[in-house]
């Protein structure tokens, strides 16, 4: 379709009419203003209200020609930053647009092919080190059935309809996004339309959605979507042994009081049922149900940011507070009818209130930010549980943390015709211990610079130095003598480099390869287990309410390679491969072993071709390396006392590691139609993940027959005869979604 151009008004308005139904981007130039690239916005029954902000540029005094690019750079990181737009989000084969699945697709994210979850695993990181914000308030995690300690769960939170754009950081994380290890994603949610008022309504295989945009009055935009699904009936029909059901809304309110003052009220939460199905049989079944607990959990977080322009100034003031409660509980053999047969019965409320403020100058070619933090933290946990060390013992305890934390950040970047700079240094620290409240011991530097050499080719680079808290589980665990146990702990800690070479070759290819290299220092290290925290994490449940250790030690480093070919409102391709090692050491005195998600390898190849009469097509191939694992503990697993604990086998961390399970490969493909019904949008999709059929092999799993072999002997030396369960997961998993916009 040949380009659509339409010039501004004295007051700056625009319209551009009749175009189709799709995605587009918006390229505005003006004497005396920087040009820019808009996010994707997508035009269907009712035309978007399009707010373009444009910076003075004093060197441009005369007119311009644009030469317009589908490849948007951003100046806030040089380096290891994505842009994830629309087209992705709504099309993405696999994905069903869940962001979690959708960064898959970039460089240096490994995915999990078992279990039906959306855990990130980043640069050789644990799940637990990912932060996430939307539209500058952080939310804790961004799934439903989250595992406390770290983040993922089942499905993403977050309903799509109501974003604008990601950006998806892989290191060079900006100093006012703090405590993350591995990965920062931002998401920008639209803003409500301020000429009409429409409903989208959305069913799909998991859940059915109505979101809602609009104004009220001529100053206030709205946005609001509810979802509920029915997961229950999908797993069901698929004959697994839990049954997830969640309800989640969300909204955004703004006003624009004045061109200089304006206020946005946000908030998303969500409501989570996890149920054991008992009623399906089978080996598999068998085990899982011997160890998953039953799971309900209410999350939240509301915001409020002000935003004051002042010219070639900006401040915003921003407070926010979250909160989840998580409740699990496991009897042995599901048996809720005796109290003797409780295993496990936790309830464990978070909350975190934050207040920042922060000024930003555009200084021509420089930009100036500085600002900082204070937080609130409060953590309530009572937990029973049944363990097994070397003997049997129950650990029963009630804590309460209270805690302060505050933080300061600074960043000045420069953005000029040939090159990008950035420094910054932020601080951060908590009353949590006397070493943790010294700042000083948590000052993050961080430098990047970006430079074109040639044109279309350019060489980027960073360095920095990050922080981050351990899980309020660990900070909070107490002795069963009420003590807490884990105060040596200190922030944890990773440097990281990463330097690689980009290339634009012309309007429709984007080529960058990219080198990086993690450093981890001050990681908590299981005293039971011997391994670090860092390698747990990827199941449902609760990870950091043990005994820890600050010794563990980390290195991860690779190699990313993106391939980008697109052909606006055509074609969209995106290809990477990344080689790299993960690995850990429990002190400075051991050797390196490999982590839990050390992979080697990660290829994905995702593209979406647009046909005519408004179908689409697309397709996803991706593959995994060989995963590692630990062997089993037969004598510890088939211990009476030792297996009714937890229900499930030991791990011979001695042999941590050791083994590597198959590759792993997947396609997905996804077909899209969309129909226009006078102004009406009617939009059908078929989304179908694993379309080969490929089973992923994990290892066989040890459990128990529940007959003891030795009645005669002592409790504390019975055991249950063993057997072996072949393990393996992999199912075609089709969904047919709807969407119906007026």
């Known amino acids: 379709m040949p380009e659509k151009k339409a010039v501004s008004d004295s007051t700056g308005a625009f319209v551009i009419r009749n175009l189709p139904v799709g995605i587009y981007r918006f390229y505005a130039s003006a004497i005396g203003y920087k040009s820019v690239v808009t996010s994707e916005y997508i035009i269907s029954s009712k035309s978007p209200f399009i707010e373009i902000e444009m910076e003075d540029d004093f060197n441009m005094l005369s007119e311009v020609t644009v030469s317009v690019s589908p490849f948007r750079r951003e100046k806030k990181a040089p380096v290891s930053m994505q842009i994830i737009g629309l087209q992705e989000i709504e099309k993405s084969p696999g994905a069903n647009r869940d962001i979690s699945r959708i960064v898959e697709n970039y460089p240096g994210v490994a995915f999990t092919p078992a279990g039906y979850r959306n855990d990130l695993m980043i640069r050789g990181g644990s799940p637990g080190e990912n932060r996430y914000y939307l539209d500058g308030i952080e939310i804790p995690n961004i799934n439903h059935f989250g595992t406390q300690g770290a983040s993922g769960g089942a499905i993403g939170i977050i309903n799509a309809d109501l974003i604008r754009e990601v950006e998806f950081y892989t290191g060079a994380f900006p100093a006012d996004k703090g405590n993350a290890l591995s990965s920062v994603l931002d998401f920008s949610l639209r803003d409500g339309n301020m000429d009409a008022n429409k409903l989208k309504l959305t ?41 997830p059901r969640f309800t989640d809304a969300q909204f955004k309110i703004k006003t624009r009081f004045s061109p200089q003052h304006e206020l946005t009220l946000l908030g998303v939460g969500g409501i989570d049922r996890m149920k054991l199905n008992l009623d399906i049989t089978g080996e598999d079944a068998e085990y899982i149900l011997s160890y998953l607990p039953k799971i309900e959990q209410e999350t939240y977080t509301l915001g409020a940011v002000y935003k004051h322009y002042a010219g070639r100034h900006v401040q915003s003031v921003s407070l926010s507070h979250n909160y989840l409660n998580n409740r699990n509980i496991k009897y042995q053999d599901n048996d809720e009818s005796n109290e003797d047969n409780l295993r496990m019965r936790l309830k464990s409320v978070e909350q975190k209130t934050v207040l920042r403020m922060e000024n930003t100058s555009y200084l021509n070619d420089w930009t100036i930010k500085a600002g900082g933090e204070y937080s609130y933290h409060n953590y309530d946990n009572t937990s029973y549980q049944r363990i097994y060390d070397a003997t049997a013992s129950l650990s029963e305890y009630r804590t309460d943390l209270d805690m302060n934390g505050w933080g300061l950040f600074v960043s000045a970047n420069l953005d000029t015709e040939r090159g990008k700079v950035q420094a910054a240094v932020r601080s951060d620290g908590c009353d949590y211990s006397s070493s943790m409240k010294r700042m000083y011991k948590q000052i993050s530097p961080r430098a990047s610079v970006a430079y074109q050499f040639l044109p279309g080719w350019s060489v980027a680079a960073n360095s920095g130095i990050y922080y981050q808290l351990p899980p309020y589980t660990a900070l909070g665990f107490k002795a069963n003598d009420g003590t807490y146990i884990n105060q040596d702990l200190n922030y944890q800690k990773v440097v990281q480099y990463s330097g690689g070479v980009s290339w634009d070759g012309n309007s429709r290819w984007s080529v960058s390869l990219e080198g990086f290299l993690k450093q981890y220092s001050d990681m908590p290290l299981s005293v039971t287990d011997r391994i670090p925290l860092a390698c747990k994490g990827n199941d449902y449940g609760v990870i950091g309410n043990e005994r820890l250790v600050p010794t563990a030690e980390g290195r991860a480093y690779g190699a990313e390679l993106m391939v980008k070919w697109i052909i606006p409102t055509k074609l969209n391709v995106i290809s990477s491969l990344t080689v790299y090692r993960s690995e850990y050491r429990n002190d400075k005195n051991s050797d390196y072993i490999a982590s839990a998600w050390d992979n080697r390898y990660i290829l994905n190849l995702s593209g979406t071709y647009n046909l005519p009469r408004r179908w689409s097509v697309g397709a996803k191939v991706s593959y995994m390396g060989e995963a590692p694992y630990t062997p089993y503990d037969e004598q510890k697993s088939s211990l009476v006392e030792a297996w009714n604990a937890q229900g499930r086998p030991y791990y011979d961390y001695s042999r941590y590691n050791s083994e590597r399970l198959p590759s792993f490969m997947q ?34 799993i040890l459990m128990s027959t529940g007959v003891i072999e030795n009645p005669e002997a002592p409790l504390s030396e019975q055991r249950y005869k063993m057997k072996t369960i072949k393990q393996e997961s992999g199912s075609v998993l089709p969904t047919l979604g709807i969407t119906f916009e007026f």
Do not use: C, W
């Open 667 to 700: 396609m997905d493909v996804r077909v899209d139609k969309i129909f226009a019904i006078g102004r009406y949008l009617l939009g059908v999709y078929l989304d179908i993940q694993n379309v080969t059929g490929s089973k992923y092999r994990q290892p066989d």
């Open 203 to 243: 069913l799909g295989a998991s859940e059915m959605a109505l979101s809602a945009d609009g104004h009220i009055g001529s100053k206030t935009s709205y946005l609001v979507s509810v979802r509920q699904s029915y997961l229950q009936l999908l797993f069901k029909m698929l004959e697994l042994p839990f049954l």
